[in-house]
T-cell receptor, first 113, second 113 residues
Framework: KNQVEQSPQSLIILEGKNCTLQ??????????LRWYKQDTGRGPVSLTI?????NTKSNGRYTATLDADTKQSSLHITASQLSDSASYIC????????????FGSGTKLNVKP | ETGVTQTPRHLVMGMTNKKSLKCEQH?????MYWYKQSAKKPLELMFV???????ENNSVPSRFSPECPNSSHLFLHLHTLQPEDSALYLC????????????FGPGTRLTVT
């Protein structure tokens, strides 16, 4: 069964600290994996998109990694800021079907001063 | 913002009402999407339009009826909804369907009474 599992469900860190969010998937055949940031009450914003041949991609203080062999991805946030408080969603797409997306339940990050 | 606007931002409707949600994108994209986000559940893709043609209907009940008159506008017509349809409805657009970054609107918060 195609699934996407994210951990932890929620996380509290102090401003300035680093953190890593995890995404494990069983989706096959794999096309790409996306990370989104969603602030409360707003639409998601794309952070990274990675295909099977990419194993790391950065967007400012956000760095995503992908291990297509173990079907795992992580999102590392460096030097966290209060504005990083949001939900982070992992989405995996099927190969050969543009519109088949599998969504994780998200990790809710709270950055405290 | 993201270049994708949605109206209204909030909507309360009775189960016998008919209403419509509107989405407009100013990005020159050719693909548009409707998503449903319920509390404590992952995002769910509802419909996809690519170059004004519907390419995905993710087993959505017929009380939800999409319309895409051109590549810049997308509507979701609602009628005889149920309380469980209360959710945040998000619109997104991308250059085309496939491995392209999606840009989301702020969403319409729908409450069915």
């Amino acid at each position: 069964k195609n699934q996407v599992e994210q951990s932890p469900q929620s996380l509290i860190i102090l401003e300035g600290k680093n953190c890593t969010l995890q995404c494990n998937y069983t989706v096959s055949p794999f096309s790409n994996l996306r990370w989104y940031k969603q602030d409360t009450g707003r639409g998601p914003v794309s952070l990274t998109i990675m295909t099977f041949s990419e194993n790391t991609k950065s967007n400012g203080r956000y760095t995503a990694t992908l291990d297509a062999d173990t079907k795992q991805s992580s999102l590392h946030i460096t030097a966290s800021q209060l504005s990083d408080s949001a939900s982070y969603i992992c989405v995996v797409s099927l190969l050969y079907n543009f519109n088949k997306f599998y969504f994780g339940s998200g990790t809710k990050l709270n950055v405290k001063p | 913002e993201t270049g994708v606007t949605q109206t209204p931002r909030h909507l309360v409707m009775g189960m016998t009402n008919k209403k419509s949600l509107k989405c407009e994108q100013h990005l020159g994209h050719n693909a548009m999407y409707w998503y449903k986000q319920s509390a404590k559940k992952p995002l769910e893709l509802m419909f996809v339009y690519n170059f004004k043609e519907q390419t995905e209907n993710n087993s959505v009940p017929s009380r939800f009826s999409p319309e895409c008159p051109n590549s810049s506008h997308l509507f979701l017509h609602l009628h005889t909804l149920q309380p469980e349809d209360s959710a945040l409805y998000l619109c997104a657009s991308s250059r085309e369907q496939g491995t392209y970054e999606q840009y989301f609107g702020p969403g319409t918060r729908l409450t069915v009474t």
